[in-house]
């Protein structure tokens, strides 16, 4: 009775604490309610409200006393609240790290179980790579590894390291990760230790619930449940011998044998991979063949491992090799009384161009090599011997009945041939001749039995008639040709140029007339005028010398309005017409005239023979601040003068001391073709134009002065503002504008800022004046003469060129050859 009692207070208080925990600050009544009952939930929807309400648990203590709630189980409720945010926020940190771990590529169970990384780093193995099986083991991404997140096998047997995760839930909780100790237990609070090493997961799962069950009332009365998972991995040993890496390996006692097999590299260089053998308890406890996994995906001699189970991979008894037409080649392993079908089936069968009617291997005797043919009747029974080398040839490149039907037919192509057929039957399977066939004669291209080509002609004409004689049998391999009319006609020409919208050469058709021509080619242009000349071949079949004529020439007058001749002309093949231009017909061309006239701008050339002096006047003249010093032409370098210079053979004659032509050498050449490349791309990007100095003064006094030249399209007269300054540039310490003083000479303004540098030239200092006229330096025995500087005026200091300075053994042999002279001029006076 007294159990019956507090079960329903207990039952009574649960209640209300439920309600009270859905809404703790609406709620009227808090007397009632028992910390110590509270699960993670409760205090979960606790934490809720409070957040909600934007509160603390401490803002509500007064609140909370008002309604009945006693001062210690409202301090039991803060502190538990305290420790349940500080465990989630614990969790939340887990979370964030098992997040990160899998970013950067850490094992970890979403369900919290765990297991120690395995690593071993994989190096290809390019001696065995021809193996087959051996890139099962060398691929990175290939490991075996168990997968944490299924659930844990039943037959699953613990041992020391491992880990379980014990669960009560329901009236009373509990929750904790224990270990599996040394000895073979794990420890649960207020339960004891209980030895679980040795069983199953499933047989300790039993064990465990009935020991909580006789502690914990409520699990043995089933308000309460057990749950029991494992949490943490052991890790096992186990020794792998005749592997690439052979050795010890620590892996997780899910594991299994191809895993253990991938961190070892699989079998070393003479390794079977058809008989390894799993030894436990020192007897071979599975025989594991790889082919099996490989061929067919079977995975049922891929076991789980045990502790100080040991794999050994023993040496291969036989293996064969694979080349040619299958799709995978390589080298195979064969068990004994295994078939050529079956490593037909290793290497996945024959590939699309294979010759399968039989199979060429090369054997090994005792003493020396043979060759043996196995045919396809034999592949089922033949078995290979080790170190066979089987060759899978290619078919060949030729057909068995192939025929094919080309030229005036509807559908030229190959066909199948049969026995019996002839010309009637292809033609018909071609959809029959075109309209164009030449029905005269038919060609065959036929192929002997010596693999030598004949012709053979068919009256095409009679065989269609059904004439059995013409209508001959056909042969594999055989071209027939069916001629068309069109093949024998020349392909005839006519050119049209002179002043149309699309000189060129055109086909020619009968009846053409030069109004059709005119009208196809888009009309004449603005420019025709109305003489056109065609040119026509002579034909004959005698030759008369008397006569001096090459071609007939006809002359005719159109309309050049309308497209339209007076008289329609009918043209013949490889006419040639020119529609001649009008005598008069000039686009206006234009000059420009910047810098300081009154008017500068672009201007129309009114007459042929426009002068620097009549533009200049249109451009309202000269202004006050024009130098005339300082007016030149600028005039565009065309294209076919940079041809021309091109075009020009810089490979002038040149002589060695002996007489002997050296002007032809290679590096002459080279030199010479650098030079004319060098110039080109000067005056075709950077130039540009010409520049030709204009004297304005004398232009004035005189108008026939040279200086007073006829201009051309294009042309650009720059007249510069008058500037007092003098340029000083090149090799000179401080490149600078002097003011131009009057009776000062070259040296006074390279002395102005600071004469030349250590690279200067200064006897090959040159000027150039406003106009774009230079002056050089010149000399005569001791003196020199400078140009005279001007206003505006630009002085130049180049750079000295280079010396080769002499070696030793140049000054050592210009000595001895003065002291050879010395002595040959003493032993002459003698």
């Given at each position: ?20 925990a ?74 964030k ?44 991404t ?58 199953t ?19 043995r ?52 991979y ?66 050529f ?15 399968t ?39 060949l ?80 391999e ?60 002579i ?105 021309q ?9 040149k ?41 304005w ?12 030249v ?7 007269i ?19 504008e ?70 030793a ?22």
């Open positions: 009775m007294k159990k019956i009692i507090y079960v329903l207070t207990l039952f009574l208080a649960l209640t209300t604490f439920n309600a009270t859905q809404d703790i600050i609406k709620s009227k009544d808090l007397s009632t309610v028992r910390v110590d009952y509270m699960s993670d939930d409760d205090l979960a929807k606790i934490s809720v409200q409070l957040k909600s309400n934007n509160t603390t648990i401490d803002q509500v203590e007064s609140m909370a006393l008002s309604k009945g709630m006693s001062q210690a189980e409202f301090d039991k409720l803060r502190t538990k609240l305290k420790e349940y945010e500080k465990k989630i926020s614990k969790d939340s940190d887990k979370n790290e098992k997040e990160d771990k899998l970013k950067n590529g850490e094992k970890d169970s979403e369900f919290g179980r765990k297991q120690e990384k395995i690593k071993n780093d994989k190096v290809k193995d390019s001696l065995n790579a021809l193996i087959f099986g051996s890139e099962l083991f060398d691929n990175p290939l490991n075996f590894e168990p997968d944490l997140k299924l659930a844990t096998p039943l037959n699953y047997v613990l041992g020391p390291g491992d880990e379980l995760q014990i669960s009560i839930y329901g009236v009373q909780e509990y929750n904790a990760s224990l270990p599996v100790s040394v000895e073979g237990k794990i420890a649960i609070e207020y339960v004891g230790q209980i030895a679980v090493s040795g069983m997961i499933e047989a300790a799962t039993q064990k465990i619930k009935g020991a909580i069950a006789r502690v914990y009332s409520t699990v009365s089933g308000q309460s449940q057990v749950s029991v998972s494992l949490s943490g991995i052991r890790t096992i040993k186990v020794t792998i011998v005749g592997g690439k890496q052979p050795g010890n390996y620590s892996i997780s006692s899910l594991a299994t044998v191809y895993n253990a097999l991938h961190l070892a590299g699989g079998p070393g260089k003479n390794g079977s058809r008989n390894i053998e799993l030894l436990r308890n020192n007897r071979v406890y599975k025989n594991i063949d790889i082919y099996a996994f490989l061929v067919k995906g079977d995975q049922s001699d891929n076991v789980a491992l045990k502790d100080n189970d040991v794999i050994r991979i023993p040496a291969y008894s036989q293996r064969v090799t694979v080349e040619g037409e299958v799709k995978r080649p390589g080298i195979f392993e064969m068990k004994k009384g295994e078939k079908s079956d490593l037909l089936n290793f290497a996945s069968g024959f590939n699309e161009f294979a010759y009617a039989s199979v060429n291997v090369l054997q090994k005797t005792g003493k020396e090599f043979k060759v043996h043919d196995i045919n396809e009747s034999e592949y089922n029974s033949y078995q290979p011997q080790s170190g066979d080398v089987f060759k899978v040839t290619k078919i490149n030729r057909f068995e009945n192939r025929i094919k039907i080309e030229g005036a037919v509807f559908r030229p192509d190959y066909y199948s041939f049969t026995e019996g057929m002839r010309i009637y039957d292809l033609i018909t399977r071609a959809e029959g001749l075109k309209e164009d066939a030449y029905t005269k004669r038919a060609r065959i291209i036929r192929l002997k039995t010596d693999l030598t080509t004949e012709i053979v002609n068919v009256d095409l004409e009679a065989a269609l008639s059904g004439d059995i004689n013409a209508d001959i049998l056909l042969k594999r055989d071209i027939v040709t069916v001629y068309s009319i069109l093949d024998f006609r020349e392909e005839y020409k006519i050119t049209i140029d002179g002043e149309v919208k699309n000189p060129g050469e055109y086909e020619y058709f009968e009846n053409l007339t030069l109004n059709d021509l005119v009208v196809q080619v888009g009309g004449l242009t603005g420019s025709a005028s109305k003489r056109v000349e065609i040119a026509r071949m034909k004959s079949d005698a030759i008369d010398d008397t006569d001096p004529k090459r071609i007939e020439l006809v002359e005719l007058e159109i309309t050049a309005d309308n497209n339209e001749q007076i008289k329609n002309f009918v043209l013949k093949p490889f006419d040639v017409i020119n529609v001649r231009r009008m005598a008069v017909y000039e686009k206006p061309e234009m000059v420009k005239i910047s810098g300081a006239v009154t008017y500068p701008g672009k201007y129309v050339l009114a007459n042929k023979k426009e002068k620097v002096y009549n533009v200049v006047m249109r451009a309202g003249g000269l202004t006050s601040i024009a130098n005339l010093d300082g007016m030149k032409i600028k005039r565009p370098i065309k294209e076919e003068q940079i041809e210079l091109e075009s020009v053979n810089l490979n002038f004659d002589k060695d001391i002996s007489g002997k032509d050296i002007s032809g050498n290679e590096s002459n050449l080279k030199q010479n073709d650098t030079l004319k490349s060098r110039l080109s791309k000067r005056l075709r990007d950077e130039l540009k134009y010409t520049t030709i100095p204009v004297n003064e004398k232009i004035v006094k005189d108008k026939n002065h040279y200086s007073n006829t201009l051309f399209p294009g042309d650009e720059e007249v510069a503002v008058y500037n007092e300054g003098v340029k000083v540039t090149g090799n000179v310490l401080l490149t600078s002097i003011p131009y003083r009057s009776g000062k000479g070259f040296k006074y303004y390279i002395n102005s800022v600071g004469g030349v540098d250590s690279k200067g030239w200064k006897r090959k200092a040159y000027i150039i004046y406003p106009n774009g006229k230079a002056a050089v330096t010149s000399s005569f025995l001791f003196f020199k003469s400078y140009p005279k500087v001007e206003p505006d005026s630009q002085i130049v200091v180049p750079e000295r060129p280079e010396r080769k300075k002499m070696s053994g140049e000054w050592a042999g210009l000595g001895t050859a003065f002291a050879s002279l010395a002595l040959l001029i003493v032993t002459a006076f003698k």
